[in-house]
């Protein structure tokens, strides 16, 4: 696996890990402009996640976390990355 789970290199890896068959529920290869992006709105989106955490407002977090983040995360191939990865890239 790439050192750097933040590079588009990493992000093929996965994808071609994670999405080894062809199938109804796979999700196109994006772009390294598109990888960036993406990425981007997951950082930016993980902090909105944990303000509103830290505001009290669960319900609401755990419907963004739903809706926004695990979308952003399939996009990227990234299984799950509340336990892990959202600290690292909040921290970049």
Known sequence: MHDDFASYEAYLERYKMFYDEEGD??????????????????????????DMLRMGHVDQAANYYTQVINKLENTLAIADASDNFHKQILND
């Open 25 to 50: 529920g796979r999700p196109p290869i994006v772009s390294r402009e598109q990888f960036a992006e993406t990425f981007r709105l997951l950082k930016e989106s993980y902090q909105a996640y944990e």
